[in-house]
């Protein structure tokens, strides 16, 4: 059969059309989050803008100036339950369609050096933001339904780099939760899927860089050798790469796609 004679077709470029979409990013101020936000915006979305640093989201947002789309921003630290609750209450009626977990942090430690303190840090960052953000948009949107995309690692799935016990657990937590919602929620209009980024170069990843430079940690710059050594593409990722896809798990391009973490890591995993 032809599949335009089939009355649900609809033509690509309509199918990643977010005209009339509202989309809400968090870790939009740098790096993976910045360039969703300008893939969602290129595709006609409105945008809430959510990052911890002020200045940041300031820059961001005058970026995103010449796209004639709707643009807020919230100057929030995520890791606590009830930044998370007041930033939905804020929001009020106008709750987004789209909600992307992006922000995440990943500072190298040791096992045995962690404590209380940097532990709660990484998964209230993390994991614990996750949680209740999506919480608050099932809530808000139970009517109505709505899309998910979470943000994953690589080393939730394969540890490689030295001293990330914490971000592997935290990020495996976000796997977990991903395809428990797609589970629960599906029937109700839900579509929960997410990402695995291989490394990707990003502000957040300069910084590591120079903190490893700083600290002498060789054994990172090795893990950092044998990591590009690995990668079936050959070099690392750009965040626009990571973007994309996470654009056709918001689209209707995506329509029948549920539960699903999807690598994209130049073939990392599979190397
Ligand atoms: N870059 C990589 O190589 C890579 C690889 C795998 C997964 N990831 C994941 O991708 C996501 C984005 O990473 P990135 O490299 O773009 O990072 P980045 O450091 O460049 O950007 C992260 C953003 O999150 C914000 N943020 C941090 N803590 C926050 C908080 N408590 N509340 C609100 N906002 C907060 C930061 O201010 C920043 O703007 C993270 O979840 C990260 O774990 C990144």
């Known amino acids: 059969m032809d599949c335009k004679s089939n009355r649900d077709f609809i033509s690509s470029p309509d199918a990643v059309c977010l005209k009339g979409k509202k989309a ?31 200045g940041g989201l300031h820059r961001a947002q005058k970026e995103f100036h010449h796209f004639q789309n709707k643009i807020k921003s919230f100057a929030v630290d995520l890791s606590d339950k009830n ?20 922000c995440g942090i990943y500072p190298p430690k040791d096992y045995l050096e962690i404590e209380q303190a940097f532990y709660d840090r990484i998964f209230g960052v993390n994991l614990d933001a996750v949680f209740w953000m999506c919480q608050n948009f099932i809530r808000s949107r139970e009517k109505q339904g709505g899309i998910i995309v979470n943000t994953s690692s690589i080393e939730a799935v394969l540890p490689f780099k030295d001293e990330m016990a914490h971000y592997s657990v935290s990020k495996s937590g976000v796997s977990a939760l991903t395809r428990a919602l797609a589970h629960d929620y599906g029937k109700k209009g839900f579509r929960v899927n997410g990402v695995i980024p291989g490394v990707v170069r990003t502000p957040g990843i300069d910084n590591q860089v120079k903190m490893a430079i700083r600290k002498m940690k060789f054994n990172l710059f090795n893990n950092g050798f044998q990591y590009k050594r690995r990668i079936a593409l050959g070099r690392l990722g750009r965040p626009d790469e990571i973007a994309k896809v996470i654009l056709f798990l918001c689209s209707d391009l ?13 073939g990392f995993l599979v190397s």
Not at 27 to 51: E, F, H, M
Not at 90 to 97: F, T
Not at 254 to 266: K, T
């Open 83 to 102: 930044n998370v609750d007041r930033l939905w209450k804020n929001i009020g009626d106008n709750a987004p369609d789209i909600l992307i977990n992006n």
């Open 254 to 266: 995506a329509s029948y796609v549920q539960g699903v973490m999807i690598p994209v890591d130049g």
């Open 24 to 54: 809400l990013v968090s870790g939009a101020a740098s790096g993976i989050g910045k360039a969703i936000c300008w893939r969602l915006a290129d595709a006609g979305s409105d945008l809430i803008l959510v990052d911890i640093n002020k």
